[in-house]
C-alpha cells in the first residue's frame, strides 16, 4: 500500500485550527484583503433578521441532522513544539512607556506582550518578530496569540518566512489578514525544516495606529504531510537490521519492502529480546533525492510499534550524518510520515527507535517502510502556498471577471439550526484578495445547498439549513437577492442548468420533512417553481442503510437537449428525467458493474462523455472504491463501461476536467467518516480519456475531504480547499492552495510558453454563432469551459466543450459555437486556445446564451 492514501492505515489530521477556533481564527491569504460594502437586495423583500450577537457569543438551534464529529476529529497531529532555548528579536520594542519586549512572547504567560515601539514617535509599519529555535526542525505552522488586556496591536495583514541561517530568508511561505478579535490565530504552511521564523506585520487589524503586539507566539511540529512529493519506487532496495527475529516467526528486515502489509520486520524477541535501540538500514543502491520516510506499523498487533525515532542518511553505509528527522510517534495503526528537515542526496537511509510507543516490551516492528522524493514539476504539477479564507470554503463558484465565490454557513467554522443568514467570501485571482461579508437580506442559511451556474451567468443557490429558500448571487451588481421559495423544503440536494434556460432541482433529504422530494423547476423568466410529480426521486436512490435521509443527497446530473437530464450516480441505477410538462423518469440502464458510489463524482470531459470518480456503497463508514467509468450518451442511448482504476480509493473527493480533457481528482478518504482526516488521500491523480489510466500527481500538504471544493480557474490552474466546517474541531481547513498542472510547466518547474488569445470574443454570444478569434501565435485548437460551482465533492455545471476552428490566416481563426443548448447550455464558459502540446491559453470569460 502506498503512503499517499492515508488509508487504512493512516490516520492524518492537519493542526491548522488546533487553538482557539473563533471568527477569522485562520486567516491566510496570497495578497492583502480589502473590504466590500454590502450591496442593496433585488426582489422580494425577506423577513426582518435579528441582529446577531458577537461570533463568540452565537448559539445555533441544532439541525436534527447536525452531523457528529468524531473523536479523532478533535485530536492534533502536529505537536506544539518545545521552546526550551528559544530566543526571540524584534524590529523594535517598547520598553519606556511599557515593559514590551519581544522576549515576552516566549515567557508562557499572556498577561505580559511584546508591542511595538509606541511612547514619542512610534516605529512605523512593518514591524518583524523574529524566533530562533537554535536549532533546524520541521515547523507547519505559527500560532499567534493575541493581547488579552486590549485590542491595539493586534495583527492584521501579515506574511511569514523561513530561514536556515538567520541570513536568506525565503519568499513568504504563508501570507494574510487576520480578522479584528482575541481569538488565537493558528497560521499554517506547508511543512519543512528551518531554524528561524520571522512574522512580518504589515497593518493593525483595526487600523487603529502602527502598532503591533503579541502575547504568545507558538510553532507547530511535523504534521506527516509534506507536499509537492512523490513516492520513490523501491525497486532493486534491499534492506538490514540491527537484529531481526527468525526464530519465533518470519520478522526479517527484507519484509519492510516486500508490498504485503501483513508481513513484517520485527526485532529479535525469541531467547533474550535484544534490546533497544533498534535500526533497520534501506540501501537504495543508486543516489537519489528523499525528503521523506513513511513507516506502516504492523496491522497484526501493538507490539513493536515505533515510539521516539531518528532517521539518517549515508552515501556510503558506514558514515551517517546528523539527523534528519527526529519526534515520538503515537501509539496506533496509523502510518506515520517523518519529513526531512532538508532534502538529501544519498543511497542509505537509517531508521533509529529508541522507544517501544506503548512501553510494551524492548520492541521494534514495521509491516512496510518508504521513501518519498520531490515531484518533478513537468511531470508531478506544482502547489502555491496555501492561502486562506475568512471562512471554511464548503461551497465555491468560479465568476466573470476573475473571481471566485467562497460560503460556509452561518459562521465560518461551523453549521447547525436554520439562522437565516450567511458567511461568503470572495477571492480576486487577479489581485489575490480576499473581502469577507455576512448575507442576511434573503433570509437564508446555504449551508449544504444545490447549487446552478444560470443561463446569465447568476448563481442560484437552493435549500440547505435554510432548507425552502432560494437566493440568486449576480456577479455582475455583487448583490445577492431572494427568490421564491422551493415547493419542497430540501437540503444536500441536486441541481442543474437546463437546455430550456431554466433550473432543474432533485432529491435532498438532509433537511426539510420526511417524504419524496420529487423534482421541480424554476424559471428564470417568472422567478417562481414548478412542481414535477412525474419526476419522483425514488428510482435514483441508492441502498444506503440511513434510508432516504442519505439515499437521494447528491445526485450526479447531466443536462442535455430538451430539457432531458440524465442522472448517472451515485446510484448505481441510471435514469432519463423529462422536465416538460408534469415530469418523467424513465431507467437508462445501470453503470455497468459499478455499485452505488454516494460521496463521488462525474465530470464530463468531452461532448456526451462523462467520467465517475470513487464513492462509497453508503455515505459513511464504509469502504470507498477505487474505480472509475466512462458513461457514453448517443441520443437516447447510454453506454457505460469500466476504464482503469485510481490508485487510491476516494470518497468525499472532487474532480475538476481541464481544458485538454484529462480529469484531476483531487483528496478524498479511503473511508469515509465526515469532518475526520483519517484515511486521507494527499497524492490527487490525473486521467488520460486516450489511455483510460490514472498517474499521479504531486502531494498536498492539507487533507480535502468532507465540505472541500475544486474549480478549474481562467488560468487553467485548479484552486483546491476547504474541509470540515466542524466547529472547535482540528480538521477545519480555512484555506486553500491552487495547484499547477504539469502542462503548464517545464522541467526545471518554470512555466511553459503559453498560447495567447488576443481578440475576438465578445462578452456575450449566442449558440450557432461563427466567432473570428485571433491569437498571438498559432494554435491547434478551442475550447469552452463552462465555469461551475462546486459542492460535497459534486460539481454538475463542468462541462468541457471542443470547438471546431479553421485557420482564416496568420493568427486569426473561425470558431463555432455549437448551436445545440443541450451541448452548450446557456450560462457563462471560459474560452481557452490550446497549443499544438495541449498547453493552454489564458481564458476570456464569454456568456453563451
Known amino acids: 500500500m502506498s503512503r499517499r492514501s492515508l488509508a487504512p492505515p493512516r490516520a492524518l489530521r492537519r493542526p491548522h485550527l488546533l487553538i482557539g477556533l473563533a471568527l477569522g481564527s485562520l486567516l491566510f491569504a496570497s495578497t492583502p484583503w480589502l473590504g466590500v460594502a454590502s450591496s442593496a437586495a433585488a426582489g422580494r423583500a425577506p423577513d426582518p433578521r435579528p441582529t446577531a450577537a458577537p461570533f463568540d457569543q452565537q448559539t445555533a438551534a441544532q439541525s436534527p441532522h447536525h452531523g457528529i464529529v468524531p473523536a479523532n476529529a478533535m485530536e492534533?497531529?502536529?505537536?506544539?513544539?518545545?521552546?526550551?532555548?528559544?530566543?526571540?528579536?524584534?524590529?523594535?520594542?517598547?520598553?519606556?512607556?511599557?515593559?514590551?519586549?519581544?522576549?515576552?512572547?516566549?515567557?508562557?504567560?499572556?498577561?505580559?506582550?511584546?508591542?511595538?515601539?509606541?511612547?514619542?514617535?512610534?516605529?512605523?509599519?512593518?514591524?518583524?518578530?523574529?524566533?530562533?529555535?537554535?536549532?533546524?526542525?520541521?515547523?507547519?505552522?505559527?500560532?499567534?496569540?493575541?493581547?488579552?488586556?486590549?485590542?491595539?496591536?493586534?495583527?492584521?495583514?501579515?506574511?511569514?518566512t523561513v530561514s536556515q541561517d538567520g541570513q536568506n530568508w525565503t519568499s513568504p511561505v504563508a501570507t494574510g489578514t487576520l480578522a479584528d478579535d482575541a481569538g488565537t490565530k493558528t497560521l499554517g504552511f506547508a511543512p519543512q525544516g528551518a531554524r528561524f521564523v520571522r512574522l512580518t506585520a504589515l497593518t493593525e487589524a483595526g487600523g487603529r495606529g502602527p502598532w503591533t503586539s503579541a502575547a504568545e507566539i507558538n510553532m507547530l511540529g511535523d504534521p506527516g504531510t509534506p507536499e509537492a512529493t512523490v513516492d520513490?519506487?523501491?525497486?532493486?532496495?534491499?534492506?538490514?537490521?540491527?537484529?531481526?527475529?527468525?526464530?519465533?516467526?518470519?520478522?526479517?528486515?527484507?519484509?519492510?519492502?516486500?508490498?504485503?502489509?501483513?508481513?513484517?520486520?520485527?526485532?529479535?524477541?525469541?531467547?533474550?529480546?535484544?534490546?533497544?535501540?533498534?535500526?533497520?538500514?534501506?540501501?537504495?543502491?543508486?543516489?537519489?533525492?528523499?525528503?521523506?520516510?513513511?513507516?506502516?506499523?504492523?496491522?497484526?498487533?501493538?507490539?513493536?510499534?515505533?515510539?521516539?525515532?531518528?532517521?539518517?542518511?549515508?552515501?556510503?553505509?558506514?558514515?551517517?550524518?546528523?539527523?534528519?528527522?527526529?519526534?515520538?510517534?503515537?501509539?496506533?495503526?496509523?502510518?506515520?510520515?517523518?519529513?526531512?528537515t532538508r532534502a538529501e542526496n544519498t543511497r542509505f537511509i537509517r531508521l533509529t527507535v529508541t522507544t517501544e510507543a506503548g512501553g510494551r516490551g524492548p520492541w521494534t516492528s514495521a509491516a512496510e517502510i518508504r521513501l518519498s522524493g520531490p515531484a518533478a514539476p513537468a511531470v508531478h504539477g506544482t502547489w502555491d502556498r496555501i492561502t486562506g479564507f475568512p471562512l471554511v470554503p464548503v461551497a465555491t463558484a468560479v465568476l466573470p471577471g476573475d473571481k471566485l465565490l467562497a460560503w460556509s454557513a452561518y459562521a465560518v467554522d461551523r453549521f447547525g439550526g436554520s439562522n437565516g443568514y450567511t458567511q461568503t467570501a470572495i477571492l480576486d485571482l487577479?489581485?489575490?484578495?480576499?473581502?469577507?461579508?455576512?448575507?442576511?437580506?434573503?433570509?437564508?442559511?446555504?449551508?449544504?445547498?444545490?447549487?446552478?451556474?444560470?443561463?446569465?451567468g447568476r448563481v442560484l443557490v437552493t435549500g440547505g439549513s435554510n432548507a425552502e429558500k432560494a437566493s440568486i448571487y449576480d456577479p455582475a451588481a455583487d448583490a445577492w437577492s431572494a427568490t421564491?421559495?422551493?415547493?419542497?423544503?430540501?437540503?444536500?440536494?441536486?441541481?442543474?442548468?437546463?437546455?430550456?434556460?431554466?433550473?432543474?432541482?432533485?432529491?435532498?433529504?438532509?433537511?426539510?420533512?420526511?417524504?419524496?422530494?420529487?423534482?421541480?423547476?424554476?424559471?428564470?423568466?417568472?422567478?417562481?417553481?414548478?412542481?414535477?410529480?412525474?419526476?419522483?426521486?425514488?428510482?435514483?436512490?441508492?441502498?444506503?442503510?440511513?434510508?432516504?435521509?442519505?439515499?437521494?443527497?447528491?445526485?450526479?446530473?447531466?443536462?442535455?437537449?430538451?430539457?432531458?437530464?440524465?442522472?448517472?450516480?451515485?446510484?448505481?441505477?441510471?435514469?432519463?428525467?423529462?422536465?416538460?410538462?408534469?415530469?418523467?423518469?424513465?431507467?437508462?440502464?445501470?453503470?455497468a458493474d459499478s455499485q452505488d458510489?454516494?460521496?463521488?463524482?462525474?465530470?464530463?470531459?468531452?461532448?456526451?462523455?462523462?467520467?465517475?470518480?470513487?464513492?462509497?456503497?453508503?455515505?459513511?463508514?464504509?469502504?470507498?472504491?477505487?474505480?472509475?467509468?466512462?458513461?457514453?450518451?448517443?441520443?437516447?442511448q447510454v453506454q457505460a463501461a469500466r476504464t482503469g482504476d485510481m490508485e487510491y480509493a476516494r470518497a468525499f473527493s472532487n474532480s475538476v476536467v481541464l481544458p485538454d480533457g484529462e480529469v484531476a481528482v483531487f483528496g478524498g478518504q479511503t473511508y469515509p467518516v465526515p469532518f475526520s482526516d483519517a484515511t486521507s488521500v494527499l497524492t490527487p491523480e490525473l486521467w488520460d480519456p486516450s489511455t483510460g489510466t490514472f498517474t499521479p500527481l504531486a502531494t498536498m500538504a492539507v487533507p480535502r475531504n468532507y465540505h472541500s471544493v475544486a474549480n478549474l480557474l481562467p488560468d487553467g490552474r485548479i484552486f483546491s480547499g476547504g474541509g470540515g466546517l466542524?466547529?472547535?474541531?482540528?480538521?477545519?481547513?480555512?484555506?486553500?492552495?491552487?495547484?499547477?498542472?504539469?502542462?503548464?510547466?517545464?522541467?526545471?518547474?518554470?512555466?511553459?510558453?503559453?498560447?495567447?488569445?488576443?481578440?475576438?470574443?465578445?462578452?456575450?454570444?449566442?449558440?450557432?454563432?461563427?466567432?473570428?478569434?485571433?491569437?498571438?501565435?498559432?494554435?491547434?485548437?478551442?475550447?469552452?469551459?463552462?465555469?461551475?460551482?462546486?459542492?460535497?465533492?459534486?460539481?454538475?455545471?463542468?462541462?468541457?466543450?471542443?470547438?471546431?476552428?479553421?485557420?482564416?490566416?496568420?493568427?486569426?481563426?473561425?470558431?463555432?459555437v455549437p448551436a445545440d443548448t443541450g451541448v452548450v447550455l446557456p450560462g457563462t464558459y471560459m474560452l481557452f486556445a490550446l497549443d499544438t502540446q495541449g498547453v493552454p491559453s489564458i481564458a476570456r470569460f464569454i456568456t453563451v446564451s
Open 76 to 160: 492534533p497531529t502536529a505537536a506544539v513544539l518545545d521552546r526550551t532555548g528559544w530566543t526571540a528579536t524584534a524590529s523594535d520594542e517598547e520598553t519606556t512607556g511599557e515593559n514590551g519586549r519581544a522576549a515576552n512572547v516566549l515567557d508562557g504567560s499572556t498577561g505580559t506582550i511584546w508591542h511595538s515601539k509606541w511612547s514619542a514617535t512610534p516605529a512605523p509599519l512593518p514591524h518583524t518578530l523574529t524566533l530562533d529555535m537554535h536549532r533546524t526542525t520541521v515547523v507547519s505552522a505559527l500560532v499567534y496569540v493575541p493581547r488579552t488586556n486590549g485590542p491595539n496591536g493586534r495583527v492584521g495583514e501579515y506574511g511569514i
Open 597 to 636: 458510489a454516494m460521496t463521488g463524482n462525474a465530470v464530463s470531459y468531452d461532448i456526451g462523455k462523462l467520467l465517475t470518480l470513487g464513492g462509497s456503497p453508503a455515505y459513511e463508514r464504509t469502504p470507498a472504491t477505487r474505480r472509475a467509468y466512462t458513461v457514453g450518451i448517443d441520443g437516447s
Open 232 to 340: 520513490l519506487p523501491r525497486t532493486g532496495w534491499t534492506a538490514a537490521a540491527s537484529d531481526e527475529e527468525t526464530a519465533g516467526e518470519n520478522g526479517r528486515a527484507a519484509n519492510v519492502l516486500d508490498g504485503d502489509p501483513t508481513t513484517l520486520w520485527h526485532s529479535r524477541y525469541a531467547g533474550t529480546p535484544a534490546p533497544l535501540p533498534h535500526t533497520v538500514t534501506l540501501d537504495m543502491h543508486r543516489m537519489t533525492v528523499v525528503s521523506a520516510l513513511v513507516y506502516h506499523p504492523r496491522a497484526s498487533g501493538a507490539n513493536g510499534r515505533a515510539g521516539a525515532y531518528t532517521v539518517t542518511t549515508s552515501t556510503d553505509g558506514t558514515a551517517f550524518g546528523a539527523p534528519v528527522a527526529t519526534g515520538t510517534w503515537r501509539d496506533d495503526d496509523t502510518v506515520k510520515t517523518a519529513t526531512f
Open 726 to 816: 466542524c466547529g472547535d474541531c482540528a480538521t477545519n481547513h480555512a484555506d486553500g492552495s491552487v495547484f499547477t498542472p504539469p502542462y503548464l510547466l517545464d522541467a526545471d518547474g518554470s512555466p511553459k510558453p503559453r498560447p495567447v488569445i488576443t481578440g475576438g470574443v465578445p462578452a456575450r454570444t449566442a449558440p450557432g454563432t461563427e466567432l473570428t478569434v485571433t491569437t498571438q501565435t498559432p494554435v491547434a485548437s478551442f475550447v469552452l469551459m463552462r465555469a461551475a460551482a462546486a459542492t460535497h465533492s459534486v460539481d454538475n455545471d463542468q462541462r468541457r466543450v471542443p470547438l471546431v476552428s479553421t485557420a482564416t490566416g496568420s493568427g486569426a481563426y473561425a470558431v463555432s
Open 430 to 456: 487577479k489581485t489575490g484578495t480576499v473581502t469577507q461579508r455576512r448575507i442576511d437580506n434573503t433570509g437564508h442559511d446555504m449551508f449544504c445547498p444545490g447549487i446552478a451556474m444560470l443561463a446569465d
Open 484 to 591: 421564491t421559495s422551493m415547493n419542497i423544503a430540501r437540503g444536500y440536494q441536486a441541481m442543474t442548468l437546463l437546455s430550456t434556460g431554466e433550473a432543474f432541482v432533485l432529491g435532498g433529504s438532509w433537511s426539510g420533512p420526511e417524504g419524496d422530494k420529487a423534482g421541480e423547476v424554476w424559471s428564470p423568466d417568472t422567478r417562481t417553481w414548478r412542481r414535477l410529480p412525474g419526476v419522483l426521486a425514488a428510482p435514483a436512490l441508492t441502498a444506503d442503510p440511513a434510508g432516504p435521509y442519505r439515499a437521494d443527497n447528491h445526485m450526479w446530473l447531466h443536462a442535455t437537449s430538451g430539457g432531458k437530464v440524465l442522472q448517472l450516480g451515485p446510484s448505481k441505477q441510471m435514469n432519463w428525467i423529462s422536465t416538460t410538462g408534469q415530469g418523467g423518469i424513465t431507467a437508462a440502464g445501470t453503470r
